[in-house]
């Protein structure tokens, strides 16, 4: 049983490009969440995303930051115009079902991100 | 603004002894609370998770939560080597943000043969 995959493991971009990261769930999960680790930093949310909908993106900057969970596919975060700050380890975590006490959140391995 | 904190560490104990890990959290609101390892250069690896006032244990690791002091703890009896990580402790509110997950920014622990 695959795991939560995410992909690529180790991005490096230049200033002003476009990355884009891709989460698979863990098979029979529907809920996707994202986090951001910097350097010396705890794990910091992003967003949550259902099956085409987007349930809570308060941790998302205002800028340049989106994710979407289409139909069909993978979760993708995307990075618009990165600046070197945006440097950092990128988590995806899935989970079974709609979040209660429970809310086991299985992590994917991350992609490094590095802005040159 | 919700917070999490934990004992910064580094946390160092001999091979056999037992660790304890320590965590705080600032909203009353908070049900539920995890405990991940995260080994260099990985992911984050869920060891256990607590819902409920007292104590839970799961072979050497033993979770403890106290609501009305708002403290979560977390036992290893028997520390291995294998045991070396960073240990992060993560809170989950009720409400609208029922997804998320708040972080600590996690104890080094080390265990040494």
């Known amino acids: 049983n695959a795991g939560v995959m995410q992909n690529p493991r180790h991005l490096v971009r230049r200033r002003g490009q476009e990355a884009r990261l891709r989460c698979s769930p863990m098979?029979?999960?529907?809920?996707v969440y994202w986090y951001r680790q910097l350097p010396e930093e705890g794990l910091k949310f992003m967003v949550y995303?259902?099956?085409?909908?987007?349930?809570?993106e308060s941790g998302m900057p205002k800028e340049r930051f989106s994710a979407e969970f289409p139909k069909e596919g993978p979760s993708i975060l995307r990075i618009q115009q990165v600046v070197r700050g945006d440097s950092a380890a990128y988590f995806c975590?899935?989970?079974?079902?709609?979040?209660?006490?429970?809310?086991?959140?299985?992590f994917g391995p991350g992609t490094r991100l590095t802005v040159l | 603004q919700k917070e999490v904190e934990q004992n910064s560490g580094p946390l160092s104990v001999p091979e056999g002894a037992i660790a304890s890990l320590n965590c705080t959290y600032s909203?009353?609101?908070?049900?539920?609370f995890f405990w991940y390892r995260q080994y260099s250069g990985k992911s984050p690896e869920l060891i256990m998770f607590?819902?409920?006032?007292g104590d839970k244990e799961d072979g050497r690791f033993t979770a403890q939560l106290n609501k009305a002091s708002q403290y979560v703890s977390l036992l290893i009896r028997d520390s291995q080597p294998s045991d070396s990580a960073t240990y992060l402790c993560?809170?989950?509110?009720?409400?609208?943000?029922?997804?998320?997950?708040?972080f600590g920014r996690g104890t080094q622990l080390t265990v040494w043969p």
């Open positions: 975590a899935s989970s079974p079902g709609a979040p209660d006490l429970r809310n086991e959140q299985f």
């Open positions: 098979k029979g999960h529907s809920h």
């Open positions: 995303l259902q099956k085409e909908n987007i349930i809570d």
């Open positions: 909203d009353r609101g908070s049900q539920s």
């Open positions: 607590i819902y409920s006032n």
């Open positions: 993560a809170v989950n509110t009720r409400g609208s943000t029922l997804g998320r997950l708040y």
